[in-house]
């Protein structure tokens, strides 16, 4: 497959894509970096539409990507700056497949593990509660709606790559959410800022949906209700509240340690 | 105390604080929000040089610090998007005064654990870690040569107030941090992405320095050579590494159940 310029109505096209609304219709998203290039060919979970990159890079995008027969444009610095939306933009811009999950799959083969996040805003923290989640083997996470854009590009950098390796399924209400877990026995558990058992109840055996609420407001009082077990983080209260995606980290791990008895 | 209106010179001054060379000259750093004004005036440890506000809410900024002594300005809101870095300004700034506290002083009352961060480049990661800190009770913060400044906007941001609660000590380099260590009784910790004990070694009582490395290239070999042990958060290996503010929110919530033990 040869390379090309990318045209001036190509490039209007591919700035569209940062916008939520955009990306969506197209199905498609923009991720950055060569980490980015190689996790999305290792994976083939969102399949590459076509990848832009600056001269001087080519020779190692083709390298990569050149019998994989898709899309190669390459264009100046100036305009990879136009495109990407980091400060110092690595050079390669990779458009790939949006691609989530269907929700009624997961019960032919329901993980140990479930992650639901409700109506989550911040996209570092998503990104991030992401690539802790598959640190820890964790693949799946179930978003309702009103959560910011898994595909935004602020959470596939925090991602560091682990979008690629994500199971998202989205959006899912809390109703579906109840209905599968019921149907699949499922633990419910809610992240609470105070009040909760200790984290390493967490530990136990079984199937378990891990529910964590916004960074404001917390859960739903639906999801509240609804859980089978609450979990708080202790502290010592110096401050009001753990930043969201350092409380899932902490409910992850635990979670993790179920592998690794305690010594 | 009265209220004034600010002027353009003033404004210049306010603006140029964000740049953190200046703000150190000046010793001084913009802090934003009520959140931040009330914490600021309940800790004492960064005192008050003045507050800006927007005319709506002075009625509010008067009622917490009308009886002490400090300037108060008002503006209109054009004047506080001008002189905030926020996207969407609180109407409220709160100029105060930059303490780092003394090194030699920790010889006097040494805590039992004191984290050390190595060159740490991000400033969400380090007001996250300071957050994270405070929660668990550790107020003592050692930052190395070259860490992002502790009183960037975007540090304290992410700090949720914790800024206001920490001891922070800097730039302490590597030579100063091993004596204190030798002479205090510290057991040095490093943090490693991979190989090291697991992380329930940090429950284990007495004096503990943990030192986190910069987000890219980790611990400088100086710091990995001088550990007393290294500990490492077990993964399943489907991303490469963890957030530094996640490695460190694990390390220090195992910290804390020395106080709480295992069940």
Redesign the interface.
Known sequence: MGTAQISAGHRKWVRSLHRKRIGEKEKAFIAEGFNALEAAIETKLHPILEIITEQDHLERVLALASDRGMPIYTCSRSVIEELSTEKTPQGVLVICSRVTCSFRELDESPPETVLYLDRVSDP?NLG?II??S????I?HLVLSPFCVDPFNTKTIR?S???IF?ARIYQPVDSGEMRKFSKRMEYLKVAMVPHGGS???ALRKEGRKIVMLGQEAGGLSNDLMECADLSVS????G??????L??AS??AL?EI?QRR?P??
Request: glycine share 12%; proline share 6%; no cysteine.
């Open positions: 570092g991030t690539r802790t598959l640190w820890f083997g693949s925090a560091a790559g682990a390796k200790h984290p390493d983080i202790p502290g010592r110096d401050v009001e509240s753990l930043n995606s350092v980290a902490i791990y993790a690794a305690f010594r």
